[in-house]
């Protein structure tokens, strides 16, 4: 089992619906999780963090983490073509001296115009 | 202010062939990474380092080597390419206090022949 799991997708939404990602985790040590917005080609970038259980909201965007159930979503509102991505899921987790990441496989996101 | 830069972007070994993959980072960050990108199987950490000096195995650094040399540079070497290291290859840099998002540079893209 990875410790981090995501549906690969496609997921596919029309413009303007509300897109759902979500992430399950292994490690109940796990205490910070992490979304990743990632273009085809490009690099990943962080869109949202999230620490402490509930919501957490900013513009379109909400991520939402559970940690009794393990489990860790993203919704994006009003979905846009832009928004055509792969959504990767990350936990952070204790290495030596610092931090490491332990990144999902990712979902690909397909909002349709 | 650059963020963090790879080099080179693009690059076609023989297999048994060498290379160093340079990655350097102009933010004072203390913890840099090196991640490997392969189709559905999402960012797999190779090494990462807490500060110059020092440097730990991630998930999978077999085949790999890396120097940290100064605080602003940590590379990337492949002694002896297999096909199998054929990937796109992501550095990243966090702080190691302060917050704990992560910053990507744009990747490279190795094919092994």
């Known amino acids: 089992q990875k410790e981090v799991e995501q549906n690969s997708g496609p997921l596919s939404v029309p413009e303007g619906a509300i897109a759902s990602l979500n992430c399950t985790y292994s490690?109940?040590?796990?205490?910070?999780f992490f979304w990743y917005r990632q273009y085809s080609g490009k690099s990943p970038e962080l869109i949202m963090s999230?620490?402490?259980?509930g919501d957490k909201e900013d513009g379109r965007f909400t991520a939402q983490l559970n940690k009794a159930s393990q489990y860790v979503s993203l919704l994006i509102r009003d979905s846009q073509p832009s928004d055509s991505a792969t959504y990767l899921c990350a936990s952070l987790k204790r290495g030596s001296g610092t931090y490491k990441y332990i990144f999902g496989t990712g979902t690909r996101l397909k909002v349709l115009a | 202010n650059a963020g963090v830069t790879q080099t080179p972007k693009f690059q076609v070994l023989k297999t048994g062939q060498s290379m160093t993959l340079q990655c350097a980072q102009d933010?004072?960050?203390?913890?840099m990474y090196w991640y490997r990108q392969d189709p559905g199987m999402g960012l797999r950490l190779i090494y990462y380092s807490a500060s110059e000096g020092t440097t730990d195995k991630g998930e999978v650094p077999n085949g790999y080597n890396v120097s940290r040399l100064n605080k602003r540079e940590f590379s990337l070497r492949l002694e002896s390419a297999a096909p199998s290291q054929t990937s796109v290859y992501f550095c990243?840099?966090?702080?190691?206090?302060?917050?704990?998002?992560?910053?990507f540079g744009p990747g490279t893209r190795l094919t092994v022949l």
């Open positions: 933010m004072n960050h203390n913890s």
């Open positions: 490690d109940r040590g796990s205490q910070s």
């Open positions: 999230i620490y402490s259980n």
């Open positions: 990243a840099s966090k702080l190691n206090s302060g917050g704990n998002e992560q910053f």
